[in-house]
């Protein structure tokens, strides 16, 4: 069955980097897009990021754009979410979606970055 | 970017009720494009409905969706105590965009 297991959370100051990592299984990375989804405490949901099934294009939120990376390595089955120039505002759980086509349809359990000024 | 609305903010109603769970966009959405997500305290969100109408897999039949356009609606027709959560629409398209969350809480 499809499973989505995130890591590399923690606690981070301000400026500083962080890498999230998602463990895909059930399925391959190259045959679907992924994407990052995150959630500030008691708020909403917030699309992040983006990585075509192929690899051959990324998106990125306006908020996180020149700051975070979106990448992936098939040979590991695995996703990643390399965030630089922490800052605050990008405290949130960081949620790794599967791509169905015209929805997300796994979700992980997501893994809570906060940002500490 | 589509912004998307919920309403009502907080919808508190008793099991066995039907609710009715409203998003409008800003602009047209194709109907392939929106979903909605099922969120517990403390769990990742879950996929209902997709393709505005169409079930998850595994998703009971008393879920359903249904609109077009800028408005559609999501209706749980005989409220169960796990239904009792917080449900959010989507648009799928580039910028990816959620509405902001309807609180489904037990009256």
């Known amino acids: 069955q499809v499973q989505l297991v995130e890591s590399g959370g923690g606690v981070v100051q301000s400026g500083r980097s962080l890498r999230l990592s998602c463990a895909a299984s059930g399925f391959t990375l190259y045959s679907h897009g992924m994407h990052w989804v995150r959630q500030a405490p008691g708020k909403g949901l917030e699309w992040v990021a983006i990585i075509w099934y192929d690899g051959s294009n990324r998106n990125y939120s306006e908020s996180v754009r020149g700051r975070f990376t979106i990448s992936r390595d098939t040979s590991r089955n695995t996703l990643y979410l390399q965030m630089n120039n922490l800052r605050a505002e990008d405290t949130a759980v960081y949620y790794c979606a599967r791509d169905g086509g015209t929805e997300l349809d796994y979700w992980g359990q997501g893994t809570l970055v906060t940002v500490s000024s | 970017e589509i912004v998307l609305t919920q309403s009502p903010g907080t919808l508190s109603l008793s099991p066995g009720e039907r609710a009715t769970l409203s998003c409008r966009a800003s602009?047209?959405?194709?109907?392939?494009?929106l979903a909605w997500y099922q969120q517990k305290p403390g769990q990742a969100p879950r996929l209902l409905i997709y393709?505005?109408?169409s079930r998850a897999p595994g998703i009971p039949d008393r879920f359903s969706g249904s609109g077009s356009g800028t408005d559609f609606t999501l209706t749980i027709s005989r409220l169960e105590p796990e239904d009792f959560a917080v449900y959010y629409c989507h648009q799928y398209g580039s910028p990816y965009t959620f509405g902001q969350g309807t609180k489904l809480e037990i009256k």
């Open positions: 393709g505005a109408s």
């Open positions: 602009q047209s959405v194709s109907s392939s494009y």
